[in-house]
């Protein structure tokens, strides 16, 4: 049972546009969310994250969107930049699962010039 | 800082063998974690550690697998015996504060033959 989907595995965005990413969620008692990053060859690396309290949060060109009701979450990007294109993973934890994150599978991005 | 560093990047071993994989963890961070990504299942929980002691283990596939962390600077992931199917990249990673989430290392990839 994947606790976090990411039903998108790619998504193909041209140079200067906006990218979403989009995630959901079943587990109610996730209450801190984050994205990560993964180039190849590299670790996932931490993009930007948000607690269940808020429903934006904003780091210059990354913007996290959430909408608890539809347990739903997403990743903005603007504008695209072809250094942009990787696999992002976006995870969740809360509840019992204390400090542990559930990943979702992954969406990979690609941002044409 | 040099971040979590996992030993060996690749390891193409036969069937059957025993395969070793190391993780040192960053300074000071409590909770380790050993994922497994793979194009199926995406970045899937194999066993988490709090300060050294295995807290969750339902990801370990099977008994063939196993993982240690003797002190808080070292970790071991054992496969034995190795099988085809557990072909895939493994990331160790560790926190402190679920703000930030994980610092990841850069992977072992993992092909057994």
């Known amino acids: 049972d994947q606790q976090v989907k990411q039903n998108s595995p790619s998504l193909s965005v041209q140079e200067g546009r906006i990218s979403i990413l989009n995630c959901d969620y079943t587990?109610?008692?996730?209450?801190?969310f984050l994205w990560y990053k993964k180039y190849p060859a590299e670790g996932p690396t931490f993009l930007i994250s948000?607690?269940?309290?808020?429903d934006k949060n904003e780091d210059g060109r990354f913007t996290v969107f959430l909408n608890k009701s539809a347990k739903h979450l997403s990743l903005h990007i603007v504008p695209s930049q072809p250094g942009d294109s990787a696999v992002y993973f976006c995870?969740?934890?809360?509840?019992?699962?204390?400090?542990?994150?559930?990943f979702g599978g992954g969406t990979r991005l690609m941002v044409k010039p | 800082d040099a971040g979590v560093i996992q030993s060996p990047r690749h390891e193409v071993t036969e069937m059957g063998q025993e395969v070793t994989l190391r993780c040192k963890p960053i300074?000071?961070?409590?909770?380790l974690f050993w994922y497994r990504q793979t194009m199926m299942r995406g970045l899937e929980l194999l066993i988490y550690f709090n300060n050294n002691v295995p807290i969750d283990d339902s990801g370990m596939p099977e008994d063939r697998f196993s993982a240690k962390m003797p002190n808080a600077s070292f970790s071991t992931l054992k496969i034995q015996p190795s099988e085809p199917r557990d072909s895939a990249v493994y990331f160790c990673?560790?926190?402190?504060?679920?703000?930030?989430?994980?610092?990841f290392g850069s992977g072992t990839r993992l092909t057994v033959v």
């Open positions: 948000i607690s269940s309290i808020k």
């Open positions: 995870a969740a934890s809360g509840g019992n699962a204390g400090n542990m994150l559930t």
């Open positions: 990673a560790s926190s402190f504060l679920r703000s930030g989430g994980y610092t």
């Open positions: 587990n109610s008692m996730f209450d801190y």
């Open positions: 300074s000071g961070h409590n909770s």
